[in-house]
């Protein structure tokens, strides 16, 4: 365990202790050395962490205490969010267990504003053709769909047809090459999916959809339990 990660959880084991914490309980638990705790408890309070105490009686953390909460912008929730999805889905059980404590954590660490950005990526949805990729510009997309507007672009068919699309965007779906819009197409009345290096001439409109974010990605979530249940069995 790094130092780093020592010091984190000194402190976790003082927040929820009831009563002073001896150096050899914390050594026990962290599977450590007293001496160590007792350098780490001094490298804690040389950075002004309110520890009170000393060898032999234990260590209290003052009850005001508290860490500074983690500063994510909505970016960079979104990136770990997407990772932590992928990590998810590994088949070590306990990998995929602590890839969704992280996200508990990240959850509670943003503002509650921005928490539904963590359910924004989704990194299941594979498109079936393959082509080369291009530098994508993903910016304005969810834009749109963070402030909730439409979406305007024209869009290249795969039999290279071209259309003007105006979309209610609800989330972006990612794999290793590809990158999708899941949104609901004002022109078809129903959801589509936008590979979006297809995309072209994209504008964030100032309309808002007629719909809202929640209701849409529920009918996704329907729509892709649906057809899960019509894939055959292998």
Not at 160 to 168: M, P
Request: charged residues 30%.
């Amino acid at each position: 365990m790094r130092s780093t990660e020592r010091l984190f959880q000194i402190i976790q084991i003082l927040r929820r202790s009831a009563g002073p914490a001896t150096a050899a309980a914390l050594a026990a638990e962290i599977e450590v050395s007293r001496r160590t705790i007792y350098r780490d408890i001094a490298e804690l309070i040389a950075q002004r962490v309110p520890i009170e105490g000393a060898a032999g009686f234990g260590y209290v953390l003052a009850d005001d205490y508290d860490m500074p909460p983690l500063a994510l912008t909505p970016d960079e929730a979104e990136a770990l969010a997407l990772g932590a999805q992928w990590v998810a889905r590994h088949p070590d059980a306990a990998l995929a267990r602590i890839a969704l404590d992280a996200m508990a954590k990240i959850r509670f660490a943003l503002p509650e504003g921005s928490r539904y950005v963590l359910e924004q990526p989704v990194s299941d949805v594979r498109p079936r053709e393959d082509n080369k990729n291009r530098p994508l510009d993903t910016m304005p997309l969810r834009d749109a769909i963070r402030r909730g507007r439409v979406l305007a672009f024209r869009y290249l068919a795969l039999d290279g047809q071209q259309s003007q699309r105006a979309v209610w965007p609800i989330l972006l779906g990612y794999d290793e090459e590809r990158v999708l819009l899941i949104a609901w197409c004002e022109e078809r009345s129903a959801i589509r999916h936008f590979r979006v290096e297809r995309m072209s001439a994209i504008e964030v409109l100032e309309r808002k959809p007629q719909r809202r974010r929640h209701d849409l990605l529920r009918i996704w979530h329907e729509a892709r339990g649906r057809a899960s249940a019509q894939r055959p069995q292998l």
